[in-house]
């Protein structure tokens, strides 16, 4: 393991801390549409490192659109995407050092085991062999996974596949962290567990993440939350600034004030 | 990125290639049946009825066997070339295709290592095929064994990265079945597979025509040639001009800013 790697895996609080304005994502004047019909339009919005910020909109808002164009599985046109300092249409490929992604639709291979679901990454991200397997077993320690290391993915429950998926986003170390409705499908308690986990990501490695869902109750009161509706950012801020917006009492009246005040 | 990281890069989608292959036995087996069939039942039946001349590069009068043992190897290439293909339209549709494409290389080698892990699949297959047609009685050259090799690599190049263009223009997974049928049926027995072109010829213009245009037909014929120790430069030149152009094509195709993936909405194809 180099001397950088070493480091990253020791950051501390204090040392997250320190960069904490560092701004690890920026959306600019984004629009994005198929075949003319629009999606995304002036989309704006910032997260800084260690962030946690819920996109938060009903399905067919254009989350998983906005999160296809900053993995760049799309290409936008207009507006700007920056991942920490690199702009994603100039080097896309730095850019994609410093991102993780948990997608929407589960993405393992369900005929490999664990172990080799995340070398295959690894190796993707141009890990040696051991280093990966280090990493890897890191992240399920994490996860309280390191049991289930050559078990076959098609063996696992759908809680233990998001969060085999999550320390699979997690094994080249990124920055950001981009989690697309990761509960769906999954119990209460495993949402639960799967929403402090990266929450403390968040505290204790300086990730930022940005977890879009059309769930009101995964938002924490301590939440900075982007409200996207019909392919606009409505509003955006901490849980308080919203329902001070909304004028509304809860965020769930807050949700639908910005909601069905654009329904139309 | 370093040397070494691409290396891992290449070293990864072959490694989930090759498991995902040893993973799926029936695969393998219809792979060598389909051949074999047409081996044993086909060209042994039809072998009083279709006694091939002598014709380049052999040196004498062939078995029908003996002729049609290239043609054979192509159509294991060309079968595994569609299959693979349909496992990137599979893995586009259950969304494990995504995972290859956010890796920070370049989308034209990520795609370049796929081809190459399809075409070792598929030289696997080809060996094993070609070991049972030995056991059998028909037997090239012992160099000829190797001197194939490089046939094999091109062979494998061309079919998949058809196969992968095709890939990028079907939307779902039901709709492979249709133009497989389209694509591999005509480019089999309109090529030189199963009866030279001379004979084709006999039989009609129109069908030797398009036989000459079609680029199977070449990758045939270099592989029959390499296998008995022969450079026929014309099809190689053919095999390799076809596989860059549709190499290209496919790498466009699966570019996110010039290709068909945005237009349909993307590799989740949604």
């Known amino acids: ?264 | 990125m370093n040397l070494a990281a691409y290396g891992h890069c290449l070293r990864g989608v072959v490694g989930r290639e090759l498991l995902r292959f040893l993973h799926q036995r029936s695969r393998f087996v219809a792979a060598l049946v389909r051949p074999l069939v047409w081996l044993f039942v086909f060209a042994a039946g039809f072998r009083m009825a279709l006694g091939v001349a002598m014709t380049e590069p052999y040196q004498t009068y062939v078995l029908y066997e003996v002729y049609i043992v290239p043609g054979l190897v192509g159509m294991i290439q060309l079968f595994n070339g569609m299959q693979s293909s349909l496992s990137m339209v599979y893995d586009r549709e259950m969304g494990s295709m995504r995972v290859l494409l956010v890796s920070p290389f370049p989308r034209g080698y990520l795609l370049m290592c796929k081809l190459l892990a399809g075409t070792l699949v598929s030289i696997l297959q080809v060996y094993v095929f070609l070991a049972i047609a030995y056991l059998y009685g028909i037997q090239a050259p012992l160099m000829g064994y190797v001197l194939v090799l490089p046939a094999l690599i091109v062979t494998g190049f061309l079919v998949g990265a058809l196969g992968m263009l095709l890939s990028s223009a079907v939307r779902q997974l039901e709709n492979f079945a249709g133009i497989m049928n389209f694509v591999i049926f005509p480019m089999f027995f309109l090529s030189s597979a199963l009866y030279p072109l001379w004979r084709l010829r006999e039989g009609s213009e129109l069908i030797y025509r398009i036989a000459v245009l079609n680029p199977f037909t070449h990758a045939v014929e270099m592989i029959r040639f390499a296998l008995y120790e022969q450079l026929n430069v014309e099809a190689t030149l053919i095999v390799l001009a076809t596989t860059l152009i549709l190499l290209w094509l496919a790498i466009i195709a699966y570019n996110p800013a010039k290709g068909m993936m945005t237009q349909r909405g993307g590799p989740g194809g949604e």
């Open chain 1, 1 to 264: 393991m180099s001397h950088n790697d070493r480091a990253s895996l020791q950051a501390s609080p204090a040392s997250v801390a320190e960069g904490s304005d560092a701004t690890a994502l920026q959306v600019r004047d984004l629009s994005f549409g198929y075949k003319g019909s629009p999606v995304l339009e002036g989309v704006c919005l910032t997260l800084k490192v260690g962030e946690f910020a819920v996109l938060l909109g009903p399905n067919g808002a254009g989350k998983t659109t906005l999160f296809s164009l900053i993995t760049r599985l799309y290409a936008h046109r207009q507006g700007t995407i920056r991942i920490g300092e690199v702009d994603l249409q100039r080097q896309s490929a730095v850019a994609h050092v410093r991102m993780g992604m948990v997608f929407q639709q589960p993405t393992l291979d369900l005929d490999l085991t664990v172990k080799q679901n995340l070398a295959y990454f690894g190796a993707l991200h141009g890990m040696a062999p051991g280093l990966a397997r280090q990493r890897a077993l890191q992240q399920l320690a994490r996860l309280d996974m390191q049991e289930s290391l050559n078990s076959r993915v098609r063996h696992l429950s759908g809680g233990q596949r998001r969060r085999v998926e999550i320390a699979r986003s997690l094994l080249h170390e990124p920055r950001l962290l981009l989690l697309d409705e990761p509960t769906v499908g999954l119990d209460i308690a495993s949402r639960r567990g799967l929403v402090e986990h990266v929450h403390r990501l968040c505290h204790e490695q300086g990730v930022a993440v940005l977890w879009a869902t059309h769930l009101i109750d995964e938002v924490d009161s301590n939440d900075r939350v982007i409200l996207l509706h019909r392919g606009r950012v409505r509003a955006q801020g901490s849980v308080m600034d919203l329902l001070a917006q909304a004028d509304a009492a809860t965020l769930s009246d807050a949700y639908d004030h910005f909601v069905q005040g654009t329904a139309s």
